[in-house]
């Protein structure tokens, strides 16, 4: 004969795995946006930075949303991408897909960028 404990805890078990099941099988798509190489021929989120004397050009795919680290925004060549960026004046700036821009005079300080 099973024990009242051992049957109750079997229970929960088997309620614990169907809701874990059940989570797993309605999740939406999660994104993540990616800074990846830089390639020629690639429609790629590309931005030209600097900061501290340092320069960088830097790649990105995907939906979402990462740090940029209040680097100072030289140039930026959307790709196939929409994008906002977050400056350090609170301002949210959008830019469209097969946009190029660049920021010669008065360059953006840019906290964070994000892929719609």
């Keep these: 004969m ?6 109750v805890a079997r229970a ?3 309620s614990l795995a169907a809701v874990t099941a059940l989570t ?3 999740s939406g798509n999660a994104y993540a946006i990616d800074h990846v190489e830089c390639r020629g021929g690639e429609n790629f989120l590309k931005i030209w930075s ?4 340092r320069q ?8 979402g949303r ?20 977050y400056d350090a004046d609170g301002d949210s700036v959008r ?4 946009t190029e821009i660049s920021f010669p005079n008065r ?6 960028i994000e892929i719609l």
């Design 2 to 7: 099973i024990s009242k404990s051992w049957r």
């Design 12 to 14: 929960l078990a088997v």
């Design 24 to 26: 797993v099988s309605t």
């Design 50 to 53: 600097h900061s501290g004397g």
């Design 56 to 63: 960088s050009v830097d790649c990105y795919a995907n939906r």
């Design 66 to 85: 990462t740090s940029f680290g209040g680097w100072w925004v030289d140039k930026i060549s959307t790709g196939n991408n929409d994008l906002i960026y």
């Design 95 to 98: 830019i469209n897909r097969w």
């Design 107 to 112: 360059p953006p300080k840019v906290n964070s």
